[in-house]
C-alpha cells in the first residue's frame, strides 16, 4: 500500500533543497528517506492516532537514521564532507515533517 505520493515529495524536495547545492546527492537521499518511510508506515504496529505529529516525526526519524549510512561511499548521496551529514539532518527532517503531516491527514 502506497502511503505518500513519491513523486510529489520529491518534487518539493528539490524545489526547496535547490539552491543548497548537490542537488543529485539530495534526490538519492531524499528517494531513499521516502522508500523508509513507506516501510515504517506499512510495518507500523500500533493506532497512530493515538500519537501527536511530533511523537510520529521522532519515530519516523528515528527508523530512518538508523537504516541510512551517510558514510556508506557506495550510495549515491555520499559526499565525504561534515557540510553534507549537516544538510543530510536537515533533508531528513524535512521530509518527516511533509510525511507527517500528510500521513496524519489521512488518519
Not at 32 to 56: F, H, M, V
Amino acid at each position: 500500500m502506497r502511503f505518500f505520493n513519491k513523486e510529489q515529495i520529491l518534487e518539493n524536495v528539490t524545489d526547496h533543497f535547490a539552491s543548497r547545492g548537490y542537488e543529485d546527492e539530495t534526490y538519492a537521499l531524499a528517494d531513499e528517506c521516502i522508500d523508509l518511510a513507506e516501510e515504517w508506515a506499512n510495518n507500523y504496529d500500533g493506532d497512530p492516532s493515538t500519537k501527536n505529529k511530533r511523537q510520529l516525526r521522532l519515530e519516523l526519524r528515528k527508523y530512518i537514521k538508523s537504516r541510512i549510512d551517510l558514510e556508506d561511499y557506495k550510495k549515491a548521496y555520499f559526499l565525504p564532507t561534515f557540510i553534507w551529514v549537516w544538510l543530510a539532518q536537515q533533508i531528513i527532517g524535512w521530509i518527516v515533517k511533509f510525511i507527517i503531516d500528510q500521513y496524519t491527514e489521512q488518519i
